[in-house]
């Protein structure tokens, strides 16, 4: 499985703009992008997904670079309660669809 | 409507033990999916259900871990003869379709286990 790379934890102020991050150098052709994040002490939750284009949703936005090797979360105006673990993975249509996590991102909001 | 149901929301037992945690997925999902999450670490994939059949069981750790899903919704995972190392969040998902690579997952609260 291709793997993603995130930095272990970000800081933010609130209702400041968050990037996060996510390197993904070795994701194929039908590899989709997709970030879930989790909030202490409950499941993850799915925030949004792309393939090549840029996708907004009323949660998110995410950059996808040109050459698809990185992608960026865009929260745009961060929230207390945004703060949470966030994960950037990639899903392929031959893994059975599961999901491979990876250690993700915590980002926390300082108010 | 309701989400992904897991009960009990938390199990303690003694080493050597035998557990049950069941799972209720979305009405009308297909896909039925368990992972294990570990303190610190992100979940890690255990099995993964296709309306009754188990098409991926390639996560389960070894054969103390097994998990049935007899009419196509509730599942049950089954851990035998416990160990301190099985203890973690229980997590289960459920989507509506496996067949396309951007199908959301809709994960349910966990089930915290603990092995005395």
């Known amino acids: 499985d291709a793997k993603t790379t995130q930095p272990n934890s970000m800081e933010s102020n609130e209702e400041e703009p968050v990037h996060l991050p996510c390197n993904h150098s070795?994701?194929?052709?039908?590899?989709?992008i997709h970030w879930y994040r989790q909030l202490p002490s409950q499941g993850p939750e799915y925030v949004i997904h792309g393939l090549t284009s840029n996708v907004n949703n009323r949660m998110a936005s995410l950059a996808i670079a040109e050459d698809r090797k990185s992608s960026t979360l865009i929260l745009h105006r961060a929230t207390l309660r945004d703060a949470a673990v966030y994960y950037c993975?990639?899903?392929?249509?031959?893994?059975?669809?599961?999901?491979?996590f990876g250690g993700g991102t915590r980002l926390m909001v300082k108010p | 409507g309701a989400g992904v149901s897991q009960t009990p929301s938390n199990k303690v037992t003694e080493k050597g033990k035998y557990v049950e945690l069941r799972c209720d997925p979305i009405s009308g999902h297909t896909a039925l999916y368990w992972y294990r999450q570990s303190l610190g670490q992100g979940p890690e994939f255990l099995i993964y259900f296709q309306g009754t059949g188990a098409a991926d069981d390639s996560g389960l750790p070894n054969d103390r871990f097994f998990a049935v899903r007899p009419e196509g919704s509730v599942s049950t995972l089954k851990i035998q003869r416990t160990e301190r190392g099985d203890s973690a969040v229980y997590l289960c998902a459920s989507s509506p379709s496996p067949r396309y690579s951007y199908n959301e997952q809709f994960f349910g609260p966990g089930t915290r286990l603990t092995v005395l």
């Open positions: 070795t994701i194929s052709g039908t590899d989709y």
């Open positions: 993975i990639l899903a392929s249509d031959n893994a059975g669809n599961m999901l491979t």
